[in-house]
């Protein structure tokens, strides 16, 4: 008589559901490479540092794709999102809290303590001189895994959705973007001796940008192109984001231009159903987003009155709530927990909880935007997955039910519930209806002591 194996019940399940050999002996060839990069790290002496570099980046590219193809290849094209609520890295087991804990102790490393990774900058001197111009430090090392994770993650992510033309697309698009404009063009400039200056980014999120002080530097050092850079970014921020968003939703920059987005969308995305879906989430959501814009308006009103009239207190203040702003918002909330919690909070805790960015995006979204989600509540069948998937933690399948259109501030448009559902309920459209309307649609959800409801006007 056939016995059925009981489950292990060990806190590291040795045989994880849908994991085959093939992806068993990619992880172990990532696990060198990795182990490569930990001992430089510690300060093992390697026989050649750029040698060793390449080969760790090999054996993790290598196992990278490996393990995408044993995954998704010779399947038939369709969402795999199998077994993933039951891995220990993308269901906050233990191996999604050591993940955790080690992203985290990386960007604790990189911004206070880059001493610690001296062994590990010696490994990217070459790339760096080649690239740049210059020695390596840790933002350039920073930069290239960041990059590379994007890459290989993206091409992952594209095998995946191969089937579903917009992922490919955005994704081609957030990995051009990430590669070409934040960090091969920014390298070029400093290897011609210019400023290092990404163009993906800009006021609010990249704030100094506007600063008095940085528009001073850039136009009086590098007098043409200083004045071209702080064009571009005044250009971007005040007439870029209104314009664009007012025709594509803040997905233009959310989920095919920005970095964040990038590196969320592409090594995020078997955390996406981690992101928190409850009431009092959104509510946090909400203040706190908001009172991290309204900090960095503050900051750059006093930054500019200080410029204007100079005094020893107003020139303190300005100097204390930049550097509280680029302690608390700018490495804590977004590397640390923004990125280094992906395996606990999801992959979108920094755009949905504290980008600045995001938050005037989601403004012009909500009430002056033509884009939005439609939704055929015909055919929803309840079974959940838009919800599940959700990133931003948005209850999908509560608009669904009801055949509402989903306008939401925090919404990026990555379009993962339209294509995880099986009935075709939901689609991404540009429309041109009244945007009044639309504000009036975005105001008929409010937040009751039983959930959300639809109110009766």
């Known amino acids: 008589m056939n016995q059925q194996a009981s ?8 045989h994880p559901k849908g994991v085959n050999w093939q992806q068993k002996a990619a992880l172990a060839l990532f696990g060198i490479g990795l182990l490569i ?24 590219s290598g196992s990278a794709w490996w393990y995408a193809r044993a995954e998704y290849g010779g399947k038939p094209a369709g969402i795999k999102n199998n077994a993933v609520m039951f891995r220990s890295l993308s269901n906050r087991g233990l191996w999604g809290w050591i993940a955790g804990v080690m992203i985290s102790g990386f960007y604790i490393c990189l911004y206070w303590y880059p001493e610690t990774m001296k062994g590990l900058i010696e490994m990217f001197e070459a790339p760096s001189r080649a690239l740049r111009g210059q020695a390596a430090d840790q933002w350039f090392v920073y930069g290239s895994f960041y990059t590379l994770a994007v890459l290989l993650m993206g091409a992952k992510f594209i095998w995946k959705y191969r089937h579903n033309r917009y992922q490919v697309i955005r994704t081609v698009s957030v990995m051009f973007f990430q590669l070409i404009f934040s960090f091969l063009i920014p390298a070029f400039m400093q290897l011609m001796h210019q400023p290092e ?70 090594a995020g995305d078997p955390f996406r159903t981690l992101s928190d879906k409850s009431l009092r989430a959104w509510r946090i959501e909400r203040w706190l987003i908001h009172s991290v814009l309204v900090f960095i308006v503050l900051t750059t009103l006093l930054a500019w009155l200080n410029s204007w009239q100079q005094g020893a207190i107003l020139g303190d203040l300005s100097q204390g709530f930049s550097k509280t702003y680029g302690f608390l918002i700018g490495s804590i909330f977004s590397g640390v927990i923004g990125t280094g919690f992906y395996p606990i909070l999801g992959s979108r805790g920094w755009c949905r909880f504290g980008c600045p960015q995001a938050a005037i995006l989601g ?65 991404l459209e540009n429309g041109a209806d009244d945007v009044r309307e639309r504000a009036q649609d975005a105001r008929a959800f409010h937040i009751g002591e039983d959930g959300v409801k639809l109110n009766d006007h």
Request: with cysteine; hydrophobic share 45%; glycine share 10%.
């Open 7 to 14: 489950p292990s019940l060990s806190l590291s399940n040795p």
């Open 37 to 60: 990069l930990l001992f430089a790290w510690l300060g093992g002496q390697v026989w050649n540092p750029f040698q060793a570099l390449l080969l760790a980046l090999g054996l993790i």
């Open 197 to 266: 200056f990404y163009f993906t980014y800009f006021w609010p999120l990249k704030s100094e940008y506007l600063f008095p002080d940085k528009i001073s530097y850039l136009t009086q050092k590098y007098t043409h192109l200083g004045v071209f850079l702080v064009f571009w970014g005044a250009v971007m921020s005040f007439i870029a984001v209104p314009v664009l968003t007012y025709f594509f939703g803040k997905r233009w920059y959310c989920s095919w231009v920005c970095g964040c987005g990038a590196l969320a969308e592409t």
């Open 363 to 427: 403004i012009f979204q909500k009430y002056f935007s033509r884009f939005r989600i439609t939704v055929n509540g015909g055919q929803c069948i309840s079974c959940g997955n838009c919800s599940t998937y959700c990133e931003m933690g948005i209850d999908v399948k509560a608009y669904a039910q009801r055949g509402q259109d989903v306008v939401r501030a925090s919404c990026v448009g990555c379009g993962i519930c339209s294509a995880v559902c099986p009935r075709g309920v939901l689609r």
